[in-house]
Every structure is written in C-alpha cells, then in structure tokens.
C-alpha cells in the first residue's frame, strides 16, 4: 500500500518504521530537515520537506494514488487540515491524530465533516491502558481482544508459584482448562510453547482466556491479587485526565500531583471529585507528607521521562505495590522494567499499534478484517484477533488436521458468546473471531497459517 | 564497521558477476575462438569466493554510512580484479597490470586501453571487455539492489556511496524499487539503441558492443578506428543522440514517464548540459572549419559526435581531435572536467556541482557589494543546504589535488606536458582518451606498471567520486573502535 505520514516525530517515526517493514510505501512529510535525515538515513522511506497542509506538498507525494494518509503532527489543527485536504485530493483513507479532551467530545462531528477514517488520541489510550493495569495488578500488562471477552495477562513466575516446574499439559489438567498460556520469555528467548513445556522460576507468561477466568487462574497457582483502592498520579496531564476518569468508574480513589499552579486550577474544575495537590512530584518530602508509602498504586505520567522514572523507583522503595511510568522515548522501556519499575506505558508506542491495527485491517479489507493487534515481548511475538472468512482451506477442519506454520499458535476462538480455549478436534466456522499468537511473522490472513509447503 | 555483514554483502556482489559473465559465455561459445575455457574457468573462481563469503555468519544485520562506503568500495576493488581474470586466463592480455587497468577501465567506464590493436582478439573476451561498461555504468550494487528480493532500510548508504551527483535522492519509497526502475529505464534504452543501430546495418554483435559503450558512457569498441571505421552518418548521428540521453540525469526519464513535462524544462541541470553541448559545438565547428575540415556538413558532424563524446565521458572517436586547432583542444580539456549530469552513467565533475559552485562565487560577490545581505544558493527554485554547498567546494578541491598528486607520478614517465595531464584527467574523469599520445589514435600501452596503477586507482577514485576509496585509506575507519 502507498501511505504517506505526515509529520515525522516519535509517533510518525515509529510507524514509518514499522510500515516500510510491512512492505508498504511509505512517505513522510515533514518541516524539519534535521528529523528527516533520521528517517531518511536509517529507513527505507521517502521524504519530503515541507508543510504537509500544502497541496503542492502532497501532490509531490503523489496523494491521489495514495491509499492512506495519516496526520501525527503535534498541532491538532493541522492534522485535521491536512486530512481533509488530502480527502480532497483522493486520498483513500485518513487517519489524523487529535489529542485536545476539548475535540474529544466533538469527534463524531469532526469525523463526519473532515472525513476522517480513524481518530487517534494517545493520551486516552495511555489512560485506558494504565487504568487496565491498575485493575489486575499482578499483571504486567494486559491486553483486550473480542471487545473485552478475552484478556491477555503478561505475568512474571516467581518462585512460590505453584506452576514452577509444572509442564503444560499437567497445568492444564490441574489448574483450569479454561485458559491458555500463548507465549514464555525466557532469559530474552521467546517461545511458542507447546504440552511438554516446563514453566521455570523468573520466566515471564502470557495467559489468555476470559476476563474472570484469568483472574480465577492467577489466584489458584498462587498470585496474590488484592484490589488497588487508592492511587496516587503524578503529573497531572492528559494522560491524568483520562485516566482519572476511568478510574472514577472503578471505584478507586486518587490523589494528582501536580507542579503547575494554573493547571492545577484547572484540574478541579474539570475533574471534580479528585484531591488535587500542588507541589513537586519528585519531591521527596513532599510525596512523604502525602503518604507515599501508603498507596496501592503509584504512576508517574510528568511530561519528562526522567522524572517519571526517578519518583516510579522511589515509590517502588517506599514499597507501592503496583508502580507504572510513563516512558516516551520508544527503546529504553526494556532496560527501566529492569530497574523494578512494574510497569511502563508509552503512549507512542500505544498509538503506533493502535494505527498499525488499523492499516493491517485495511489490507485485508478482501481477506480477514483485523479485530485487534498488540505487540508484545518487545516487539517481537505479535498476538491478533482475525475474523475467519469462508477460505475452504481452515473452515471446518479439526484443527489437528491443520498443518499450521511454526511459530503461530491458535489461542482462543470466540464464537457468539462462546469462548473456546481450543483443542485438537476444534474447528473454526466462518465468522469466528480468531486470536492468534505469532512469533517473528506477520499474519495478514489466516491463509497464511496453514503451511502449504511442507504439507503431509 | 561491521565486517562481516560488509564481506557477506561482497559474496553477494560476486555471485551478480559470475551470472554477469554468462552471456561472454554464450558469445564465446558462438563464435568458439578458444576463450571459453577462460570464461568457465572465472566464472567457477567467482562462484566458489561468492559463496564462501556468503557463508559468513553476522552478528547485526545493520549497516551505516561508512559500512556502506566500505561495501561500495571493496565491491568495485573486487570486481574490477576478478573482471581481470577472463583476460588473463584467456592469454588476451598477457600482462597482470595490463589486464587489471583493461578491467579497471571497463567497469569504471573509462574506456582508455592499453591494446595498440584489438581487432584480433576474441569475440568472446571483447564483450566482456564491453559488458563491463554496461555493468559499471549504472553501477553494480546497484544492480545487487535491484535483484536482491530484501532490502534492508539502510542500503540507502550503498547507493549514495555508489550513484554520482551530490545528493542522489530516491523518486519512490522503497529503495529496491528505485533501483529496479533505474536498471528498467536503462535496459529499455539500451535495447533501443541496439535496434536502431541494427536498422544502419551494423551487425548484432557490434550494435550490443557499442550500445554498452554508450550506455555506460565507457567507449570500448570492437574496431581498431572506433565509430571511425563505419563511415557511417546514421551511426554516428544514432550514437551522438544516445551518449547524450545517456548523460542526463535518469530522474528527469522517471519525471518524464510520469508525464511532468513542464518540470522537465525548467530543470536546471539539464538545461545547463544541452545549453553546454550547444555552444560548445557551435564554437568548436567555427574554430576548425577551413583549418581541418572544408564543409560545413563535415565540421557539424565532426565537432558534434566529439563534444557530445566528450562532456558525457564516453570517449568514442570518428576523428583524431590531436590534428584539431589549439582553443579546440583546449574546450575539449574543459569538457572532460565537466563531465554528464548527476545521476546519469556518466563521470567527470558533474554539470550540478558546476552550476552550484558558479552560483557561490555570484553569491559571494554579491556579499562584498551588500556585506550583511542574507541568500540562499537555489536550484531548480528551492534552496540548497549549505552543507552540500561546502561538500561541493570540498569535493572540487579534492579533485584537483588527487589530479594534481596523480600527474605527479605519471610525470615520472617522463612523457610530454600534455600526454601526462590529460591521461590523468581523462582516467579521473572516467573518459577515455585524452590528448597527445593517449589520444583517439593512442592508447596507454607505453606508460610504466607504476602509472598504470596509479591511472586506474584514479579511474575508480572518479567512478566512485572520490570518498569511498579515501575512506578505504584512511587508518581511522578500519579499527573496530574508532575514535
């Protein structure tokens, strides 16, 4: 597909980068020569300097014969301007980044009327992401697939786990057959585990099944989940407001800190009900005085990631049991998980899959519609929620009898209201939504499982 | 740098030319003058060095700037000694030296020889000799790029190390796309030529030798007297329009099949190179009408097919322009420092460069009638970043200090002023001939293995525009750590 991405910052590199290795044309448009070099340098994309409003501009990026374009500037304006104008120009679909809450409650309209294919707002999907992690906190991530009736739990085995050393099949048989373990990291290795898989101490897992069943399975070998009832946000952004939100509907209470006075203000008028408090969050002795040390749950979501990281690993020595940082800058989210902090959360890397999600649908616009995409284990297991079509090549065959790829492994099929963790003489109908893990592979279609190579 | 991914990249390069020597192969086996063995025997050489280096285990597949300009450079170092091997083993050119700058020249698209007379030589060796001129042309790794099914993001730095001009730019988004529609413009260009060389009457076997020449901007030919031999107008007009085509910049083809032409016309560069050929021949044919030729037919003709030869680097001859008046020969000097367009397969210092280092100078009077007068150098309407401007001036002086330093050494020959300065400019500039005893009628047999050797470092010095072979030479860039 030929796509253009305007604007050529974290969120625009990072999909430059992730689309040109998907195989589509890929150019970017930007004003600054010096960002561009980046791009230009270490991928394989073409780029553009100038105003990405301008029709001279996208004309040169041939935008008529284009089939996406998408808006990540950091002016909301802007990206709504070069959306419609690029509409205009016979651009096949947009996709425009608008992050101001002041929009959000506008965006139906502003869809309808720019034309717009997709609105993406990373400080709402940082929200909802921390908000879903503060729900389990055992979980150092969590991801939804079928509109919330599947989850995938990432947990670390520690040692008095009781699946330590347990292969499984025999967890299966023991514990509950009602979930499923997709993926292991272990030492940097990542498997697509099999029966006879052994779980060891410090590996790190990936279950998935039902909401409720997850949870059951978590409390039978061993995790201790208690609910979070208070939280304290440092930072009082966006990210903050969202979040605050979300967490108002669960019932827990929250406390933002928050440097700035004027915004500060600004936070009760629109967040009511919230305890708002003015002062330094890296500030020691002020998160002392607020009793740091007593919280369920601490996130740090300051505009700097230094900051962030440096009161996450405070807190984390005041012993707040569930502690997540806010971390921008893409590559360093491995090395800080090292450090203890829970977890991190990076609302550009959060935009990047919502938007990679969306273009993977849009190429399989004749095959399989892409329900939901999540990168995990840093990038490099990929877990996908596919709806089946009618290819005679999967339908109705046990899946026992499907040659499927290495390293791809069918973990749950949800049908209607029915969730299948599945088994050998399982099969998949047309219109099931399917949710596969893949290792090193990008799955475009479910055809694409079925090994046609070394077949029988 | 990243060793192994550059030695593994270099399998590769040669694997592309044991498959590049298969159709000598096939010439040799038609016309079976005894040089296939040769051929075999290279092609087997190629195959077993290319796979071992492709056996190479790497730790990254990632690649930078220097590693780009290292894999450039050894590449053409590489190839240019295994291109040698058909000659020798062949006995075609007995010498190592020898057949080392006959390789060199092929594929930098020189085309100065060192055979006083080549008429004899097989026809299988002559088209390899040639071929090389094809390959050179528009450049080997990118040739890699355009056929290697992936292609990783930072190959970009192979093709800038590789492809001439200042700045060379991508027209689509992926790289090996553009280096397939490159290599697609010029086949199709190629097999145009060849057609309407067949339509003069020249045989296959000759209109393939003399399209490669021209395609690649080299000048080897089958014929002891160049196009000279033919007699032929058609030929020489068919072959003075194509070695034009030949040194446009191969963007303003895309930009043209894209059916922009508007833009095409505004272009700077290429007005700048037909607006040169113009005058140049105009000025040529009045220096040498009455003193060498008589009609005005023959001085256009003459003067057109040498100047046209000349600014794109080919180096074709119809006329020994060592008889021509003084300001003739001078002109023609100038020619062979300007060299084709950017992006062409063309050599010599690039009409871009030429047109930028004018508008500086302007600039910088400008700036001492209005000392506090702010501009920006322009081309085609939009600014030029200053840092290609000083790349520029750079890349200037470093020619003419590895001119300079080059000339030194062949000096010691101890041949005459003119022979000297002009083989070396016409091996920097990747041309050919150049005047005195290295003219049309001469050939490089007569110089020392010293001036040989320093004759081709500066053909594949000016092929690859002077820094990836610097790069090679200094100590810096081969340590591990280099700080």
């Known amino acids: 597909m030929k796509i253009i991405i ?7 590199y990072s999909l430059a980068e992730n689309l040109s290795k998907e195989n589509h044309d890929v150019t970017i448009i930007d004003k600054n020569a010096e960002a561009l070099k980046k791009a230009g340098e270490n991928l394989d994309v073409m780029c553009i300097k100038g105003n990405g409003v301008s029709t001279k501009i996208l004309l040169e990026a041939e935008v008529q014969s284009s089939d996406l374009l998408i ?13 419609l104008t690029a509409k205009k120009l016979g651009v096949g679909h947009t996709i425009a980044r608008i992050r101001d809450p002041e929009y959000a409650s506008e965006l139906s309209f502003l869809k309808a009327e720019l034309g717009l294919d997709m609105v993406i707002n990373p400080e709402q999907a940082a929200g909802s992401e921390i908000a879903r992690l503060i729900k389990f906190p055992p979980a150092v991530n969590v991801e939804i697939f079928a509109k919330g009736r599947v989850e995938m739990v990432e947990i670390e085995v520690t040692q ?5 050393g347990m292969h499984l099949k025999d967890i299966a048989n023991r514990f509950s057959s009602s979930v ?8 940097n290795e990542v498997i697509i585990p099999d029966g006879e898989f052994e779980v060891r101490k410090n590996d790190t897992i990936y279950i998935i099944g039902r909401p409720s069943r997850v949870y059951d399975f978590c409390i039978r070998i061993g995790i201790h989940v208690q609910k979070i009832k208070n939280v304290m946000l440092m930072g009082g952004g966006r990210v903050a407001y969202y979040l605050a939100k979300y967490l108002k509907e669960m019932d827990i209470k929250i406390k933002i800190v928050e440097i700035d006075r004027d915004r500060c203000t600004e936070l009760t008028e629109i967040l009511p009900d919230t305890l708002i408090i003015y002062g330094d969050g890296s500030d020691e002795t002020l998160l002392k005085s607020e009793n740091l040390g007593d919280m369920d749950a601490f996130v740090a979501i300051t505009g700097r990631d230094e900051d962030n990281l440096i009161s996450a690993l405070l807190a984390k020595q005041y012993g707040v049991r569930k502690v997540v940082a806010k971390i921008n800058r893409l590559s360093h989210s491995e090395i800080i998980r090292g450090m203890g902090v829970d977890n991190v959360v990076n609302p550009n890397f959060i935009t990047a899959n919502y938007i990679l999600r969306y273009v993977r649908g849009l190429q399989n616009a004749m095959g399989n519609p892409v329900n939901a995409l999540y990168r995990i284990v840093g990038d490099r297991v990929e877990a996908i929620e596919l709806t089946a079509g ?16 290495k390293g791809v492994l069918i973990a749950t099929i949800v049908r209607q209201n029915e969730i299948i963790i599945p088994h050998g003489s ?11 893990v893949t290792k090193d592979k990008k799955v475009m279609d479910l055809e694409n499982i079925i090994d046609t190579e070394n077949s029988r | 740098m990243n060793y192994r991914m550059i030695f593994k990249s270099l399998g590769t390069v040669l694997c592309i030319e044991a498959a590049c020597m298969v159709p000598a192969l096939l010439v040799s086996l038609i016309y079976w003058q005894g040089d296939m063995v040769s051929f075999l025997l290279s092609i087997l050489i190629l195959t077993v060095c290319g796979l071992g280096l492709r056996q190479i285990k790497t730790v990254t597949n990632d690649i930078y700037l220097r590693d780009g300009f290292a894999i450039v450079a050894f590449a053409w170092l590489l190839v240019s000694i295994f291109g040698a091997l058909p000659f020798l083993i062949s006995g075609a050119i007995p010498s190592v030296m020898d057949a080392l700058f006959e390789s060199v020249s092929g594929f930098s698209t020189t085309g100065s020889s060192i055979l006083r007379e080549v008429e004899s030589l097989p026809k299988g060796i002559l088209f390899w000799r040639s071929f090389t001129h094809w390959m050179g042309g528009m450049g080997v790794l990118v040739l890699m790029l355009a056929i290697m099914p992936s292609v990783k993001g930072n190959t970009l730095h192979i093709m800038k190390a590789e492809s001439p001009g200042p700045a060379p730019g991508k027209f689509v988004p992926k790289m090996g796309q553009v280096a397939k529609i490159l290599y697609g413009m010029y086949v199709v260009l190629t097999m145009v030529e060849v057609i309407f060389l067949l339509v003069g009457g020249m045989s296959l076997y000759d209109s393939l030798i003399h399209a490669f020449g021209t395609a690649g901007t080299g000048g080897f030919s089958s014929r002891n007297a160049s196009i000279g031999a033919y007699g032929s107008v058609y030929i020489e007009i068919v072959i003075t329009v194509f070695m034009l085509l030949f040194g446009v910049n191969f963007t303003v083809y895309y930009t043209l099949l894209k059916g922009n032409v508007k833009s095409i016309l505004k272009d700077e560069e290429l007005r700048f190179y037909l607006g040169t050929v113009l005058v140049m021949i105009a000025l040529i044919a009045l220096n040498i009408k009455g003193t060498v030729f008589k009609s005005i037919g023959e001085t256009i003709r003459y003067s057109s097919f040498q100047v046209s030869s000349i600014i794109t680097t080919t180096g074709y001859a119809t006329t020994d322009f060592n008889l021509w008046p003084l300001f003739s020969q001078w002109l023609i000097v100038l020619l062979m420092l300007t060299g084709a367009s950017a992006g062409s397969t063309g050599g010599g210092m690039k009409c871009i460069r030429i047109i930028l280092l004018f508008k500086i100078i ?9 000392p506090r007068s702010v501009q920006t ?23 003419i200090a590895i001119f300079a330093a080059s000339t030194a050494v062949v000096s010691l020959d101890n041949k005459d002023m003119v022979s000297s300065t002009t083989a070396v400019l016409s091996a920097i500039s990747n041309i050919g001939p150049g005047l005195g005893i290295v003219g049309p009628t001469g050939n490089f047999a007569d110089f020392s293995i010293i001036s040989k050797a320093v004759l081709s470092l500066c053909m594949i010095i000016g092929r690859l525009e002077i820094y990836p072979i610097l790069l090679l030479l200094c100590p810096t860039s081969w340590k591990r750590v280099n700080i």
Request: glycine fraction near 8%; aromatic fraction near 6%; charged fraction near 25%.
């Open chain 1, 160 to 164: 008095d786990m009781a699946v330590v």
């Open chain 1, 390 to 405: 009618t290819s005679k090549k999967y339908i109705d065959i046990p899946l026992k009898k499907l040659n499927i790829t």
């Open chain 2, 377 to 399: 150098v322009k081309i085609n309407g939009s600014a030029v970043d200053e840092e290609i401007l000083s790349g520029i001036m750079a890349f200037f002086f470093i020619y």
């Open chain 2, 362 to 370: 302007k600039r910088e009077i400008t700036k001492i009638i209005h």
């Open chain 1, 180 to 187: 499923l373990i997709g993926a292991v990291l272990r030492e």
């Open chain 1, 426 to 436: 399982d099969v998949i109908k047309p219109g099931d939504n399917v949710i596969l």
């Open chain 1, 71 to 83: 808006a990540v500037t950091s002016s909301d304006e802007m990206n709504m301007v070069c959306c």
């Open chain 1, 6 to 12: 305007i604007g050529d910052g974290k969120v625009g």
